[in-house]
């Protein structure tokens, strides 16, 4: 794929900050595992990514691993990461084990994955839509944006990964949930997160990028910053669709994106 591919109207997309090595299972981090993503990157044409396993996987991540891997691409910035949830058994461990690991972390994503049920990732396609049949999607909806808020308030946190994921399996509320997200935003803003945009929306059934569009306007007006994001569980899947991404933001009229070093926030200018 040529560098192009991530190129549109002047804006070049350099930064995949959603990334799972590990895919879904414990892997230990060892230079098999790590080099393909960091040759995928470099022939995109992506200089800056993010390993950002789930922390439940937290016992295959190896910050010398990451280290050696940083030696052997002196090209690439190279970030130490992980995605915190919202697991109602295991968070508080695992929240334990990132502000133990803080220092050798430069980023920490938020994410909510679970509703009302412990044992299942609502997220999970096809079988978590079954947690939504016969529920009111607005309580629902009003629901996640509270454990969201809930989440943020805990800390540990450097910015929101797919921050509409409620809309994964295609449902839609039927009130208005501006005041919801409004409140949700300044949240983030209070607490100076940025947010991504992850082109994983593209690739579910809502077949929509998170979040949407009205979101994307209302926290620019916030001046919250954004990063950009593939949520790509295998090295193939860096940087999918960030054409289309340059593309919306160029439209939408977002001019830099967020890059993170040991929680350090820098915003980078995205026209060549
Ligand atoms: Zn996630
Ligand atoms: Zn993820």
Redesign the pocket.
């Known amino acids: 794929m040529s560098v192009n591919q991530l190129s549109t109207s002047n804006y070049h997309l350099f930064s995949d900050y ?1 990334t ?1 090595p590990q895919g879904h299972r414990v892997r230990r981090y060892t230079q098999t595992l790590l080099q393909p993503w960091a040759d995928s990157a470099r022939n995109l044409g992506l200089a800056d990514i993010a390993f ?1 396993d ?1 922390d439940r996987y937290h016992a295959g991540i190896g910050f010398d691993e990451i280290d050696r891997l940083r030696e052997r691409n002196p090209d690439l910035r190279i970030r130490a990461g992980i ?1 915190l949830d919202n697991d109602p058994i295991y968070s508080g461990a695992r929240r334990n084990w990132i502000e133990k690991h803080w220092d050798k972390l430069d980023f920490v994503l938020g ?1 909510i994955h679970f509703l009302n049920r412990p044992d299942q990732m609502f997220d999970s396609v096809p079988d978590g839509a079954a947690q939504f049949e016969g529920r009111n999607i607005d309580e629902m909806y009003a629901d996640y944006f509270r454990r969201l808020r809930e989440l943020i308030s805990n800390g540990w946190v450097d910015s929101l ?1 797919h921050l509409d994921l409620i809309k994964i399996h295609g449902h839609r509320p039927t009130a208005d949930v501006g005041t919801l997200v409004n409140e949700t935003l300044e949240f983030i803003r209070a607490r100076d997160l940025a947010i991504e945009l992850s082109t994983a929306g593209w690739r579910k059934p809502v077949n929509e990028l998170y979040p949407s569009d009205s979101i994307i306007e209302l926290a620019m007006e916030k001046g919250i910053p954004f990063t950009t994001a593939s ?1 790509a569980h295998s090295h193939v899947q860096l940087g999918e669709n960030f054409a289309n991404l340059a593309h919306k933001m160029a439209e939408i009229g977002i001019h830099r994106v967020c890059i993170f070093e040991k929680h350090k926030r820098a915003a980078v200018p995205l026209q060549l």
Request: glycine share 0%; hydrophobic share 10%; no cysteine.
């Open positions: 959603h799972h950002t789930h995605e994410s990964a949520d």
